[in-house]
Antibody, heavy 121, light 108 residues
């Protein structure tokens, strides 16, 4: 069965960086893109960006341009999201999710369990 | 960017009733690239519908989606106890992908 398993909870200080990993299994990793979505406490969903697992092409929303890097390791079927220059309003649950497509970002059909990142001094 | 506005913010209904959730876009959503998700407390969202009206895998047929252009609807024909949750619409026809603010479906 399709599974996306994310790395665990992290606590970071303002200005630091965080990397969240997402290991995929149960399907051919390079046939589907990966999107990253975050959710601040008690808030809605916010799409951050997308990576093509076949060629590494990335798309980031303007809000996160310059602060986020998405990457993949096809040998381990893992996708990573690194967010830099953390602020308190980056405190959120971060999700990786499998896209329905590989060419462009679309809807997502499988989600990781989420990783809570807390930014606090 | 396309702003999605969902209504109502909260919908209070009883099991067995029909639920109608609305999602309005600030610009036309191309090719009906509109999806719906359900999220229960403490869980990741679950894909319900994509392409406006295509049910995702294992989604029961009491869920249906409709609409075009700027107005989209998710209908749950007869509410089951497990349907009470928060619902989000998402457009993926134009970058950046955006979500609505959510509709909370609560038991009356």
């Amino acid at each position: 069965q399709v599974q996306l398993v994310q790395s665990g909870t992290q606590v970071k200080k303002p200005g630091a960086s965080v990397k969240v990993s997402c290991k995929a299994s149960g399907y051919t990793f390079t046939n589907y893109g990966i999107s990253w979505v975050r959710q601040a406490p008690g808030q809605g969903l916010e799409w951050m960006g997308w990576i093509s697992t076949s060629n590494g092409y990335t798309y980031y929303t303007q809000k996160f341009q310059g602060r986020v890097t998405l990457s993949t390791d096809t040998s381990t079927s893992t996708a990573d999201m690194e967010l830099r220059s953390l602020r308190s309003d980056d405190t959120a649950v971060y999700y990786c999710a499998r896209d329905l497509d590989i060419v462009v970002a679309t809807a997502v059909d499988y989600w990781g369990q989420g990783t809570l990142v807390t930014v606090s001094s | 960017e396309i702003v999605l506005t969902q209504s109502p913010d909260t919908l209070s209904l009883s099991p067995g009733e029909r639920a109608t959730l609305s999602c309005r876009a600030s610009q036309s959503v191309s090719s009906s690239f509109l999806a719906w998700y359900q999220q229960k407390l403490g869980q990741a969202p679950r894909l319900l519908m994509y392409g406006t009206s295509v049910r995702a895998t294992d989604i029961p047929d009491r869920f249906s989606g409709s609409g075009s252009g700027t107005d989209f609807t998710l209908t749950i024909s007869r509410l089951e106890p497990e349907d009470f949750a928060v619902y989000y619409c998402q457009q993926y026809g134009r970058s950046p992908i955006t979500f609505g603010q959510g509709t909370r479906l609560e038991i009356k």
